[in-house]
């Protein structure tokens, strides 16, 4: 399933078990953060994952609705933690 909708997207399909793992890779910095710089980067990663994912549906003539409303989840995750943390 997840191939076809890569090919649909025209996107290669060996880039969905790198991506994929990279997703999960992302998710563990986030939640660990022990390397600011490793989780910096991670939140980089998500942010143009999705933004290449809006640009997709967006070709593709598709809602787009949750690609729109995960980076802003992302944003308040992103902005919301650096305030938690710098007030502790």
């Known amino acids: 399933m ?17 991506l994929a793992i990279l997703k999960v890779l992302g998710v563990v910095m986030v939640l ?9 980067w991670a939140y980089a990663g ?9 640009a997709a549906h967006q070709e593709a003539n598709h809602d787009l609705g949750l690609s729109v409303a995960g980076i ?10 650096k305030q938690v943390r710098s007030n502790n």
């Open 2 to 18: 997840i191939k076809g909708f890569f090919e649909f997207f025209n996107y290669p399909v060996y880039i969905v078990i790198p």
């Open 46 to 54: 998500f942010f143009f994952d999705l933004v290449l994912a809006t």
């Open 32 to 40: 660990w953060r022990k390397s600011n710089w490793l989780t910096e």
């Open 72 to 81: 802003l989840v992302l944003f308040i995750s992103y902005f919301l933690g």
